[in-house]
């Protein structure tokens, strides 16, 4: 949090316009690339940010898309239960969400207006108590979301800044508690 008139975050964060949706604080349309092939998932997608809800929804095809290519990790898949259906296991039980890092690639929103959200496998997989990774990304057709929701699991070490008055919402890495943001300058 920052109080005050030292702090410019303005110059600090990446931004993007909001859509004109009074119930969501709707990001503007983008395509949805995976690793550094950049194989396209999904072009001209609307994405919701609510911190509120813990995991991340994509909607068909989309969400089929992102499960056609995480699949092929060379991990083996492991049952799951009614909350993450889609599990895999390495040689030994995963201790950490680094872990994972080296299987599964970074997601990347590119936005319209030239600018990127990245979205690494520790904020789209969980690692459960008995040490497997999960897909932390689930089907929001199923649960009859027309839009794609970026959840809380997605914004772990994220500064958001919702700017209503100026209708952009802006973000940031942050390395932890005790860091500023990636990029910020003394003021």
Not at 37 to 48: P, T
Not at 52 to 74: E, I, M
Not at 140 to 150: A, E, M, V
Not at 162 to 168: C, G, I, L, P
Request: hydrophobic share 35%; charged share 20%.
């Amino acid at each position: 949090m920052f109080i005050g008139k030292n702090f410019d975050y303005s110059r600090c964060l990446t931004w993007v316009p909001m859509l004109n949706d009074i119930s969501y604080y709707s990001l503007t349309m983008a395509e949805v690339v995976y690793d550094d092939q950049e194989q396209l998932l999904g072009s001209n997608q609307a994405f919701v940010l609510d911190s509120g809800t813990t995991n991340t929804y994509f909607v068909d095809p989309l969400y089929q898309q992102l499960l056609s290519l995480v699949t092929k990790t060379p991990l083996q898949k492991t049952p799951g239960d009614e909350g993450y259906r889609h599990c895999w296991k390495g040689t030994k039980p995963f201790n950490s969400i680094s872990d994972i890092r080296s299987y599964f690639p970074t997601l990347k929103l590119k936005f319209r207006e030239g600018r990127v959200m990245e979205i690494p496998p520790d904020n789209y997989f969980i690692i459960r108590e008995i040490g497997d990774a999960c897909l932390g990304i689930f089907n929001g057709s199923d649960i009859k979301l027309s839009f794609n929701l970026i959840g809380a699991i997605s914004m772990q070490n994220v500064m958001v800044v919702y700017d209503n008055e100026q209708q952009k919402i802006g973000w940031a890495r942050v390395a932890g508690c005790s860091n500023p943001p990636v990029g910020i300058c003394a003021p």
